[in-house]
């Protein structure tokens, strides 16, 4: 009988053995990957440096701004990814904030003793880490460490030579000298080593607003064109510190842009057949470019029932490359996308007809030629740096498209975002907070049917929660009876319906 028993025993481990490995294989796909974990670090580096988010708040699992809950604490084996990442890349600041929250760690918990490799690999990235942004004393302390208990290692004797060198240079004047701070390492680990550089003081360029109906020029063709369009690239830094700096903060109002300001005002649109049983709320967010949110445009219901028909259609998002015309992947814009077209139950697809008819009303543009409903998750970091809807004078102007140039972009935000994800016009100094079921609106292109260079815009990096939201991009053409054409090259706003009698003084 045993040895029937053991016959039925390895049969059944065996039948076991084979449904788990099926199950894996099936499974494993939607396990996180070594790409998927380089992506979270990049994303919490990316919270790091907009936010000013520290290490110390993933390490101890800290709630950040705009949140109450707890995070899970890291611990000493996932502080190490973060600092070969860091390593890597050579973010040697970052690379030292995360080996001395790891190091902090080993030298309170012991969960690594000196003779393992995991608290060797630790202390060597940080005396590396240290040594080059600057910390010399530091960077020799941690060394010292080491050789305690690797007393023969020639490396790390090398390096506490060098390290004594590089500082007799700053003493006799050979080597500039770095000012740091000089206190120990080792009696307390120093507080986020050099990991958060201040947000930078930059200048917001605010085009001033000229009333509907007034002949103005704003800046000339050139100005526009090699400043703001920046076709050369060569005010990409300063721009990038404009982004990170209105993700942030609402930028300083200047007395000129204070008196636009003060001038904007809400209402109720009434002037079409269904808004008029059902008003719009508008408010004016922003004189130049004229940008508009429409308050509760559509329903908690609406809103979840587009997201549910989303989730299943949902990819990487992409971006047309300019040289190409072409859709594909970009590190700068980072969600997943999905467009509301086939696939969607029959008997939902009227609520996408319907949030369809209330964008018109509300914008007043025809349908004819609009994009279909792009529905974009923004998860922890998502966002999308600085970037123009519609395409310039110089790219493909969707030549796919029978409908022409993007003339205007409604946002619609849905769900709740906890903190961050503000939409933000980096030349004009405009932020938009996300507002759950508002849509923001502008147009993209000046009434002569140029770019309007300035709508350059960007979204946020999410800091707590998730964003979902709706982009509606209506196209050029079947647009001459909404928006008429305008010969004035830089006048904005002149002879568009939704504008006329809406400026108040």
Known sequence: SSGINAEYGGSWVGQQDTEIRRALDMYAPLFPDESDVRGAIKAIHRLMDMYKVRASH????????????????LNVKALFLFIKESYSKEYWDKCAGWSQQAFELLMTTGEYPP???????????????????????????????????????????????YFAELKREEADGSRDVISRERRSVMEKPLINVHEISEIEQVNITFVPKVAPGEDATVFDEDYIEEVIQDKNYENWGERMSRYRKLCKEPPALTPEMTAQVELLTCYYKQDTPRSHLAPIKVEEAWPSPRILIFHDIISDYEAETL???????????????????????????????????????????????????????????????AELQQINNYGMAGQYEPHYDMATKDEPAFQDHSGGNREATLLLYMGKTDAGGATVFVDAGARIAPSTNAAVFWYNLLPNGDPDLITRHAGCPVLVGTKWVMNKWFHVNDQMFTRPCDLEKWTRDKGAKLYNCQYTT
């Not at 005396?127 to 080491?146: H, N, R």
């Not at 040289?323 to 969607?344: C, F, H, M, P």
């Open 115 to 161: 003779e393992s490799s995991m608290w060797f690999d630790v202390l060597d990235h940080y005396s590396y880490c240290l040594f080059k942004i600057g910390y010399y004393d530091q960077a020799a302390e941690v060394t010292s460490e080491m050789l305690r208990y690797y007393p023969d290692h020639e490396r790390l004797t090398g390096n506490l030579q």
């Open 58 to 73: 993933f390490t101890e699992g800290l709630p950040i701004e705009g949140s109450t809950q707890h995070g899970q604490p």
């Open 307 to 369: 997201m549910r028909l989303a989730k299943p259609l949902l990819n990487r998002a992409t971006v047309h490359n300019k040289q190409t015309g072409k859709l594909e992947n970009a590190e700068y814009r980072v969600s997943k996308t999905a467009w509301l077209d086939v696939g969607i139950p029959e008997d939902r697809e009227f609520i996408v007809r319907r949030v369809n008819r209330r964008m018109e009303d509300a914008t007043e543009l025809s349908h004819e030629y």
